[in-house]
């Protein structure tokens, strides 16, 4: 292969690991809009937590010595995940409950005030300077080409994330098709006030929605943090964005279409990082955000939404 | 009982959880390496009485819902007095609100005199943003974007081109007001709250781009040395430059700083006065009912035949020229611009203003932008927790009072 093929391998390779990531975090902007109706705008806020304490947890584990890494990391996930999917049971019980049917700018700005309180209080509670942990993880899986031209890498870190990411999203896939739960989700997803006639606790799914969502979006957490190494209060917001222009391009409120474009994003963006200046690769995020929504407000995978008088 | 005993369990436990690792422990850099530390007595001490508050809180829920719910709400605009003497009285009173404000400045130090200076900024920037979010209904997150297309306006045209502030001012409002348009044209037509995405996008962009453009803009140095204001082409700096004259030497005074700053002060309430009178009459026009109309009821409005595309355009655009106002101001007082001066957290105090005021409410936008510029000069100690406060704010006021302090009151019958 020539310089310039293996190059824009191994910018796809970095793009699609951290597109997964994104894909993560966009599910839950997907879920919970596809049942209530509204932008939880303090998804990336979650994230952010969901980093920090998979952080604390894994210094604290290693400090202690005398436990296996995977061990580590495992205990650390499911810590994470605990705590974000508190978190956001809580975002939603007392921010977005109180709310539910009033006006939709109510809830918005409802959201973006919780956003804003979270990362201050997380950059009151923890400092608001970068943390930066040294890899865990290195060496690579796969190197292809020749060390004086050009070399791919696969490292050990980015395979973890695709395997992490394919595995959740899996047993997500699983649990919405088949499970009761799952099902009550697509149902309150149709339609919210015939799935409660129905007799389900309509409150008790969409707090599920939060919970599920949250709990991915500290996975993602997990991962990018392990993947950069340096995370501050203020990682949530860019995220939050990102994720959500992810859940956009795919087409807001479809599962496959959130994973989809996380994807595209990474992609996209690991592509324009290379070939022109890397400041711009959040303007592009945006620029396609806008033209999504410009030509195809329904996303690639969405279904088109029709006003009801 | 036995059910809100389990209630308060619940809530406990789940405050438990959610402080113990955020709270309870830091993580920190030891040397090297990184390191957690265990949070001291005291911090505990807190989150165990913030638990125990939690705990009785949700026990006693209802008692306490029941004390709240005796306390009647303030109704501040039964303060107004009503009827015909208030219409006799509000042009005396106006006045002498004008002229106190025209007075003021000259009795008091120069600190003062400057954070009166910043409130007016806000008090414009929340005026025009009250036009977008307030009337029609359309939440832009990227307000600070057309402020800093303002600022830049002036700094870069007077820097390159020696342009004056009279010269710019009329240009900046125009330039944010086409940024606005070429922004509203396309993302209009969407729902509010991809809007408000797209919004937070476009002001983000702008941020990078000025942030990047370090051969025009300077990057993050900013722009410094912006020329201040001239009074019909008297400046007030100590010497004049070429071919002009000083304040102080065209009336043979001696030469003071404070003359800048009250100048300036003097700018701001005539900018502040013509915005408001504007914004006044608009609101009483075809096209300020249509907005409301609009934010009430879009499917309404339009099966009543008015255009939605131009009404919420017009809106928008003159959001963006206020703001685009108020950023050449700012350049002009500053002295001094850096994209650090426009953050997203930048447009959130903006909304908070909006939204803490009252949605709509033109007094109530001003009161706000009063105590929220205010408030923080006087709690300088809780400084770091402004930006919580104001998080917190924007929850509660949602939950409680989501019509804002003011509300606006519009001329309505209701039947009984």
Not at chain 1, 71 to 98: C, D, H, K, N, Q
Not at chain 2, 12 to 36: H, S
Not at chain 2, 381 to 409: A, I, T
Request: aromatic content about 12%.
């Amino acid at each position: 292969m020539t310089e310039a093929s293996l190059y824009l391998l191994q910018q796809i390779i970095n793009g699609l690991t951290i597109g997964s990531t994104y894909a993560l975090i966009a599910i839950g902007y997907t879920m919970v809009y596809g049942i209530i109706g509204m932008i939880n705008f303090a998804h990336g806020e979650i994230y952010m937590i969901g980093s920090y304490v998979s952080f604390i947890v894994i210094t604290g584990l290693l400090a202690m010595g005398s436990f296996a890494l995977p061990l580590v990391l495992f205990i650390a996930l499911l810590v994470a995940m605990l705590i974000a999917s508190t978190y956001g049971w809580t975002v939603e019980r007392v921010a977005y409950r109180p709310l539910r049917g009033s006006n939709r700018l109510i809830a918005l700005i409802s959201a973006i005030g919780m956003s804003i309180f979270l990362q201050n209080y997380v950059a009151l509670a923890q400092g608001s300077r970068d943390v930066a942990l040294a890899p865990l993880i290195s060496g690579s899986v796969l190197e292809l080409g020749s060390l004086d031209t050009f070399e791919v890498t696969l490292s050990w870190m980015q395979l973890l994330i695709w395997v992490v990411t394919l595995v959740t999203m899996t047993s997500l896939t699983l649990f919405i098709s088949r499970s009761r739960m799952g099902r009550a989700c697509r149902a309150c997803a149709e339609d919210l006030g015939m799935t409660n006639l129905l007799g389900i606790d309509t409150n008790r799914i969409i707090s599920l929605t939060f919970v599920i969502g949250a709990a991915l979006a500290a996975i993602a957490g997990l991962l990018l943090g392990l993947y950069y190494g340096v995370i501050n209060p203020f990682i949530g917001f860019m995220a939050g964005l990102k994720a959500f222009t992810a859940a956009v391009l795919g087409g807001i409120g479809s599962i496959p279409g959130a994973m989809l474009g996380g994807l595209i994003l990474g992609v996209t963006e690991a592509l324009t990082a290379a070939y022109f200046p890397s400041e711009y690769k959040d303007v592009v995020a945006f620029g396609l955000l806008v033209t999504i929504l410009l030509f195809r407000p329904t996303g690639i995978l969405g279904k088109p939404e029709v006003e009801k008088v | 009982m036995r059910g809100s005993l389990y209630n308060a369990i619940f809530a406990a436990g789940i405050t438990l959880v959610l402080a113990c690792l955020m709270l309870g422990v830091r993580l920190g850099a030891e040397g090297t390496t990184l390191a957690v530390t265990g949070a001291g007595a005291d911090r505990w001490g807190w989150i165990l009485a913030g638990v125990g508050v939690v705990f009785f809180g949700q026990l006693f829920a209802n008692q306490v819902d029941a004390l709240f719910g005796r306390i009647p709400k303030p109704n501040l605009s039964a303060l107004k007095p009503q009827g015909s003497s208030w219409n006799t009285l509000k042009p005396w009173l106006l006045s002498a609100l004008v002229v106190g404000l025209l007075v003021w400045p000259f009795m008091v130090s120069r600190g003062a005199v400057d954070l009166a200076t910043l409130t007016l900024i806000y008090i414009m920037l929340g005026l025009g943003l009250n036009i977008v979010v307030g009337l029609a209904g359309l939440l832009d997150l990227g307000y600070v974007a057309f402020y800093a297309v303002g600022a830049y306006t002036y700094a870069l045209l007077s820097e390159y081109f020696g342009f004056s502030f009279w010269m710019c001012l009329p240009i900046a409002a125009l330039l944010a007001a086409t940024f606005g348009f070429i922004l509203g044209f396309p993302v209009l037509r969407l729902r509010g709250d991809y809007l408000a995405i797209v919004t937070l996008g476009f002001g983000e962009m702008i941020r990078i781009l000025l942030n990047n453009w370090t051969s025009i803009t300077g990057g993050p140095n900013g722009i410094s040395g912006i020329e201040k204001p001239t009074l019909f082409g008297l400046e007030f700096s100590r010497r004049a430059s070429e071919g002009n004259q000083t304040f102080h030497e065209f009336f043979g005074i001696d030469y003071s700083s404070g003359h800048k700053v009250i100048f300036l002060y003097l700018i701001a309430v005539l900018l502040v006065i013509i915005v408001i009178y504007l914004i006044n009459r608009l609101m009483r026009m075809p096209i300020g009912r249509a907005w409301e109309a609009l934010r009430e009821d879009e499917i309404a409005c339009r099966s009543l035949g008015l255009n939605r595309t131009v009404i919420k355009l017009s809106a928008f655009t003159l959001g963006a020229s206020t703001a685009g106002f108020a950023g050449c101001f700012f350049a002009a007082r500053q002295g001094f611009i850096s994209p650090e001066s426009f953050i997203f957290i930048e447009s959130a105090i903006i909304l908070a203003i909006v939204v803490l005021g009252g949605m709509g409410s033109q007094i109530g936008v001003i009161l706000a932008a009063i105590v929220m510029t205010i408030l923080p000069e006087l709690a300088r100690e809780f400084s770091d927790y402004r930006m919580l406060m104001f998080g917190l704010l924007m929850v509660v006021m949602m939950r409680w009072r989501p019509e804002g302090l003011v509300p606006m009151k519009r001329p309505h019958l209701e039947l009984k």
